[in-house]
């Protein structure tokens, strides 16, 4: 069991990897604890009482109080961050107690297990502010949605920002084909479709290709077609938690791991060209999308026919402009050459990457 009894996140730890604190002189309580970090990767400091230095509890991440030890901390300073764990599930008196020494989580042995432990994974990860994850579907087949989502990839890593590309499409051909890395060393799709619960965020991202200062997430060119959802959402996760930005290029059908993948995305670009064929199936592909993704927005791709341009489009389709790509020669030759889309920095595509990117970070507060 876990409760909440205050609503104020945890202390912010930059990025960097954290001990959490452990206070309790309870002997079952201590070796759940210690198992607890051990699965979580992380290596705690273990006192009996408020430590004597109080820098170590405010400054540590997460403070894991058993509750023989409450009384011992109540009159250390308030902060976030703070779990008191206990083991009788039958004991009101714990949330009085928790109040008490401003605990904003109440978690009893054994049923919290797995939240502490992803908690307590957090800190060793140093997680800061997630990624900001985009999504990019084509309006219809053939509208570019994979070059638009590798040339965001370039783009964003081209900034100096941390950058994961992840393939949510098994018949697409393979993104890392579409960087020219196809024989790069790393993992593919397939090696994750048994991950379950948590994935560590800096293994998953030592384990993927390194491809243009970015990683790539792809398909291998097995029979393998499809991972089951909860490997999609233990695996975004995980990518989310890195920070920098996600960029996921995502198929027109919708299946559970590809609404797995659109549960995570801050926002999603519909790929639409200018032609009123292509208009009417992105619609049917935005009322599918947008059910799930709440930020969803329309990319147009020219040459425009008479009476049409991106703002009949964005109109038509009911969506928020997120700007145009013109046609762009090089966007016509084949792929998997040294060059990735947008490689260069220069042309109309990466410049409307440029801009996106500007956009969206202010939207979202920031780099992140």
């Known amino acids: 069991m876990t409760g909440t009894v205050t609503h104020d996140p945890p202390p912010g730890t930059g990025g960097r990897p954290g001990r959490p604190l452990i206070v309790t002189e309870d002997a079952v309580i201590l070796d759940d604890l210690l198992r607890l970090c051990a699965a979580a990767g992380a290596t705690p400091e273990v006192h009996h009482g408020v430590p004597e230095s109080g820098d170590g509890w405010e400054a540590a991440p997460l403070v894991l109080v058993g509750d023989d030890a409450a009384r011992r901390v109540r009159g250390a300073a308030r902060r976030p961050g703070v779990v008191l764990v206990g083991r009788d599930q039958d004991d009101s008196g714990v949330w009085k107690r928790a109040v008490e020494i401003g605990a904003d989580h109440v978690l009893m042995l054994p049923d919290g297990e797995q939240w502490l432990v992803d908690r307590i994974a957090d800190v060793a990860e140093g997680i800061g502010r997630p990624a900001l994850t985009v999504g990019v579907i084509g309006g219809r087949g053939g509208a570019g949605a994979s070059t638009l989502a590798c040339a965001l990839a370039v783009t964003s890593a081209r900034e100096g920002l941390r950058t994961l590309l992840v393939d949510a499409d098994p018949l697409g051909g393979g993104l890392d084909v579409l960087l020219g890395g196809e024989s790069a060393e790393g993992l593919r799709w397939p090696a994750f479709a048994a991950s379950r619960g948590r994935v ?13 200062s970015l990683r790539v997430l792809s398909w291998d060119r097995g029979d393998c077609v499809a991972v089951p959802a909860q490997a999609v959402r233990a695996v975004l996760a995980a990518a989310r938690r890195r920070g920098g930005t996600v ?17 995570q995305l801050d926002l999603a670009l519909v790929v639409v060209p200018a032609e009123l064929r292509a208009v009417a199936a992105a619609g049917r592909v935005a009322s599918a999308v947008g059910m799930v993704v709440r930020d969803l927005r329309v990319v147009v791709r020219g040459p425009y026919p008479p009476g049409l341009d991106d703002r009949e489009v964005a109109r038509l389709l009911g969506l928020p402009l997120a700007g145009e790509v013109p046609v762009e020669p090089a966007l016509l030759r084949p792929r ?3 060059k990735p889309p947008a490689g260069t920095g220069r042309g109309p595509l990466a410049r409307f990457c440029v801009n996106f990117w500007e956009r969206a970070m202010a939207d979202a507060g920031g780099a992140r």
């Open 336 to 338: 998997g050459g040294p």
């Open 247 to 263: 960029v996921v290029d995502l198929p027109r059908r919708l299946d559970d791991g590809v609404a797995e993948a659109l549960a």
């Open 200 to 212: 560590g965020g800096g293994a998953l991202e030592e384990s993927l290709p390194e491809l243009h």
